[in-house]
T-cell receptor
């Protein structure tokens, strides 16, 4: 079975500071890992993914994430946060042979001006 | 491409009524997913299709829920009879066989009173 944990319900950061949103996963095979963002009253928007290769993946809007196999983590990062980054962020995992994504519980990011 | 299109965006209905949610996936996508989002349970996969065939419906909560995909460009999720605990945002998503991420629609916010 595949599962994802986002240990923080809420993350607050000042504008211009770096941000990190944490995610750990559990799969029995090779993981495919994803980050999505959800703005109020909107659907989920794909940000980035890790399939294989370089452990640091870059995505939309200046976000990046680092895959760490030994720690089974896939934390989302951005060097300098913007107020417009405030949203709900979801980590998701898919085991290589599966087709469906399993989502974490979400982390509400608030960037303070 | 217009993306995944869901209708209606909002639905308010009385308990006991039949509700039908609609989805048009992205053209050329082989997979279609129905998710439900609530505060209590987060994002849950209800059912997914591959080439119009239901593959996994283990997430469908009860027999009151049914989903169909009569062709590659249309799917429905039906609740009959509806209950207040069905109130949630229902998302449709589609994906390609060769690709890995799913693309989400804007969702349908269902309120059962």
């Amino acid at each position: 079975a595949q599962s994802v944990a986002q240990p923080e319900d809420q993350v607050n950061v000042a504008e211009g500071n770096p941000l990190t949103v944490k995610c750990t996963y559990s799969v029995s095979g090779n993981p495919y890992l994803f980050w999505y963002v959800q703005y109020p009253n909107r659907g989920l928007q794909f940000l980035l993914k890790y399939i294989t290769g370089d452990n640091l993946v870059k995505g939309s809007y200046g976000f990046e994430a680092e895959f760490n196999k030994s720690q089974t983590s896939f934390h989302l990062k951005k060097p300098s946060a913007l107020v417009s980054d405030s949203a709900l962020y979801f980590c998701a995992v898919r085991e290589g042979s599966a087709r469906q994504l399993t989502f974490g519980s979400g982390t509400q990011l608030t960037v303070l001006p | 491409d217009a993306g995944v299109i869901q209708s209606p965006r909002h639905e308010v209905t009385e308990m006991g009524q039949e509700v039908t949610l609609r989805c048009k996936p992205i053209s050329g996508h082989d997979y279609l997913f129905w998710y439900r989002q609530t505060m209590m349970r987060g994002l849950e996969l209800l059912i997914y299709f591959n080439n119009n065939v239901p593959i996994d419906d283990s997430g469908m909560p009860e027999d009151r829920f049914s989903a169909k995909m009569p062709n590659a460009s249309f799917s429905t999720l039906k609740i009959q009879p509806s209950e207040p605990r069905d109130s949630a945002v229902y998302f449709c998503a589609s994906g390609q066989r060769q690709g890995t991420e799913a693309f989400f629609g804007q969702g349908t916010r269902l309120t059962v009173v």
